[in-house]
């Protein structure tokens, strides 16, 4: 039997008058890449937001590792082990990209506030540790010789990168990637593709927002194609593709097709 990573059912958001999203759920497994996909506006970044805690869902049932949780709030969701990035790039500009790293392994680390405060043996020991695996997680996506520049001189896609690397700082269970390739040339999106290739190799599990299309394709195991709040189909890319409701969707008046 595989091992289901987050599981979700009925999840359901609504702002005043419109329905985002009606009843959705989806289930990934240990291992997958799993894309959302679906025209603008179809309520790919609100799911991303409920399952993270930064919106609360009016209905819904969650559960991540096999046992329940509340994604109520942003710490307590990457405390129960999701991490993700962001559509529009959140990092500290003026921290050096191995600092920022080390923000995202805090989550994780023991000696807390007083132990960084008075700076005791067991908080140095942890700090350089911290920092040893930051340095490893910066080498990892490629960027590790530019551990000391600043957030903000790092190029667009590099940026990217380091979002990436901080999200797995934290040591997630699941990482959620909201449209990693957005704003990239075609020779970044080859390397962040290898790259998130070899995140799920490592045995890691990731959900991806995504618009680039053909990049869903040949990345993921498994899609959802949310339209108008509604999850309009499940499957594999190759089933997807050929969904007659999903060819609609993206053809259909109304709607810009990416
Ligand atoms: N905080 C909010 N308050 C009110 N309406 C919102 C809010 N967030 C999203 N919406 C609305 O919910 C619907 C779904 O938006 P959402 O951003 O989730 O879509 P999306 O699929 O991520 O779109 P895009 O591809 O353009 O990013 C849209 O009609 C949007 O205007």
């Known amino acids: 039997m595989t091992e289901s990573v987050l599981n979700v059912a009925g999840v359901s958001k609504r702002f005043g008058g419109l329905q985002a999203l009606s009843e959705v759920g989806i289930n990934i497994t240990k291992g997958q890449v799993y894309g959302l996909i679906g025209p603008n506006g179809a309520g790919k970044t609100t799911f991303f937001n409920v399952i993270t805690g930064l919106y609360t869902p009016d209905a819904g049932s969650f559960e991540l590792g096999g046992a329940p949780y509340k994604p109520s709030a942003v710490h307590e969701v990457a405390k ?28 994780r ?26 340095q490893e997680l910066l080498d990892y996506v490629g960027i590790g010789h530019m551990s000391e520049f600043k957030a903000r001189t790092l190029s667009y896609g590099d940026q990217r990168r380091l979002e990436i690397a901080r999200a797995l700082a934290t040591d997630p269970k699941l ?23 070899r995140i799920r190799n490592d045995g890691r599990t990731i959900l ?20 108008y709040g509604k999850q309009i189909a499940e499957g594999t890319p190759f089933d997807v593709q050929r969904n007659e409701k999903v060819i609609e969707a993206y053809l259909g008046a109304g709607h810009k097709a990416h």
């Open 80 to 107: 129960a082990g999701i991490a993700r990035t962001f559509q529009n790039i959140r990092l500290f500009a003026e921290m050096t990209a191995l600092e920022n790293v080390m923000v995202g392994r805090h989550v």
């Open 109 to 134: 680390s023991k000696s807390g506030l007083l132990g960084a405060i008075f700076r005791t043996p067991g908080f140095k020991a942890e700090e350089a540790a911290i920092a040893k695996r930051a």
């Open 208 to 227: 991806l927002i995504e618009h680039d299309v053909k990049l869903v394709m040949g990345l993921c195991d498994r899609v959802t194609v949310l339209d």
């Open 175 to 197: 990482i959620a990637l909201d449209e990693p390739a957005a704003g990239m040339n075609a020779t970044e999106k080859v390397v962040l593709r290898e790259l998130i290739d």
